[in-house]
């Protein structure tokens, strides 16, 4: 019996983890089987359990459960706590160990898919809600020469930037007029809504990055709006996806996968 691990979520049906994962085992030579586990919106507790019981190795966790798994955790890493969520879980023996590795995947895209050093560089954050949350971390620990995170509601972006040290600023939309970044991630649900953070013209710097954790639609209206103000560098999330799966990847098996013919072929499959 190959060691069983999967990917719980609701829905969980297009979730592109299964080939993800398939992939890693393949190219590394794992043997291990990873599925998909959609979970009852009121029981992801029951739904882990059993898939423990009956003999899986971990779990991806996907919306809506990562707040939920990181509480089923017994264990956590300082990942897991700065973002105050879960993605990915490990079980050992009793023990249930919950990490987080979307910032550490969004942060490895970037340097290493996109040749994009965060260090040294002005990087602002849209939105103020989990997925911000969850890339801080790794973002700070870079050290970029500025990190502002935008979000509609000022205060959250407050209070978000208070809860993190090192000097991360929050700011109104509207107050972004006149600055310029090199980076500029957008991590709020707009583009699921096909709608637009209301970013003022001028924001990208020259030579600037415009990201947007969303992937596996048309270009969303974020990275439509960069590229009409001229921003010739557009990146989409499905590097990160790839980049969290492989950390995850890690953390259960320790061995790293190499990401780069995955993603190749992840964006073959939806070109
Ligand atoms: P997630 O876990 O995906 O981050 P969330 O916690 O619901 O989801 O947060 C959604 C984020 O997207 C918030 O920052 C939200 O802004 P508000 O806090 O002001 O509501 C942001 N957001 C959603 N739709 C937006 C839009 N059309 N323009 C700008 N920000 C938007």
Partial sequence: MPDRY??????????????IHA?????TGQD?????L???????????????????RGLNVTLPFKGEAFRYAGRLSESARAAQAVNTLKFEGDA????????AGLVNDLERNLGRAVAGARVLLLGAGGAARGVIRPLIERQPAQLVIANRTLAKAQLLAQSFRGGIEASAYAALAGRQFDLVVNATSASLTGELPPLPPGVFARGALAYDMMYGMDE??????????????LADGLGMLVEQAAESF??????RPDTAPVLKLLRQATA
Avoid: C, M
């Fill in 23 to 27: 992939e890693f085992a393949h190219q």
């Fill in 32 to 36: 291990l089987a990873y599925e998909r």
């Fill in 96 to 103: 249930t160990v919950g990490d987080n590795t979307d910032g």
């Fill in 6 to 19: 999967a990917v719980i979520g609701n829905p969980v049906a297009h979730s592109k983890s299964p080939q």
């Fill in 250 to 255: 890690f953390i259960w098996r320790g061995v």
């Fill in 220 to 233: 969303t209206p974020f990275l439509a709006f960069a590229r009409a103000e001229g921003t010739a560098t």
């Fill in 38 to 56: 959609l979970a009852p919106t009121d029981a992801f507790i029951a739904t882990a359990n059993a898939f423990r019981a009956g003999g899986g």
